[in-house]
């Protein structure tokens, strides 16, 4: 694992893009896959100006890693929201973008298998240790892509609240992401410090499922000195 500390919040989310955008101009189809939520906000605004309309990245294609579809709808809060911070705004058109659904997430490492494999991946790192869809004491570490009945979730991590019209999380899981070629974390904040210092300093542990992916062959952690501000650099030679 590497990890780099940036000053701020837009120097992490430069580097991160810096990698991602490396990624998309090989010279062949390339598959990545991008977070949703806060932590990416700055890095896609950078991006959307970088990629909009140009032609170097026409054979790019997006793999979302997981979802929580609505009720009688076929997508949820993920889609949506990529939609609005990346997709659109850079003109991305929909038959690029590849989603987890209830009737494909069963086939989908294989849809990834066949496309090639995913080039990068961008995750976050979630307040309690979750990463994807990949909750604490709700993760199976040998799994890959599977699908967790949000009731059950509530009864391992009562801290999740009801969520009535999105009955189940669908979401790679940590096998998959150990077939990523790239994978890379951000972190920004100091609400991030404590989790952060947990995920570098802790073994392999359900309570913190994101550890196992110090697993990962190649990956990058990315922090702002705010989410970095419990960490000790010096002390992680050996990481």
């Not at 810096?18 to 977070?35: A, C, F, H």
């Not at 058109?93 to 086939?107: A, K, S």
Request: proline share 6%; glycine share 6%.
């Amino acid at each position: 694992m590497k990890l780099i500390i940036e000053e701020t919040t837009e120097k992490m989310s430069e580097s991160a893009m810096q990698i991602v955008l490396g990624e998309m101009m090989q010279d062949k189809q390339v598959n990545i896959s991008l977070t949703s939520g806060r932590s990416p906000e700055k890095m896609y605004e950078m991006m959307v100006p970088a990629i909009k309309g140009k032609a170097k990245y026409k054979d790019v294609q997006y793999w979302l890693f997981d979802e929580n579809p609505y009720d009688g709808d076929e997508y949820g809060p993920n889609w949506y929201d990529m939609q609005k911070m990346i997709f659109g705004p850079a003109e991305i058109e929909d038959e690029r973008v590849h989603h987890l659904t209830r009737e494909n997430y069963t086939e989908y490492d294989e849809q990834v298998r066949r496309a090639g494999g995913i080039d990068v991946m961008v995750i976050g790192l979630g307040w309690d240790g979750h990463f994807c869809g990949n909750c604490p004491r709700c993760t199976p570490f040998d799994s890959l892509t599977y699908r967790f009945l949000y009731t059950d979730k509530q009864k391992l991590n009562p801290t999740y609240k009801d969520r009535p019209t999105q009955p189940y999380t669908y979401t790679m899981g940590p096998q998959s992401l150990m077939r990523v070629r790239r994978l890379v974390m951000i972190v920004n904040g100091s609400e991030k410090a404590e989790i952060l210092k947990r995920f570098i300093e802790e073994p392999i542990n359900e309570d913190v499922p994101a550890t196992i992916l110090k697993l990962h062959p190649n990956l990058t952690v990315i922090a702002d000195q705010d989410a970095a501000a419990l960490l000790n650099p010096e002390g992680y030679e050996n990481i």
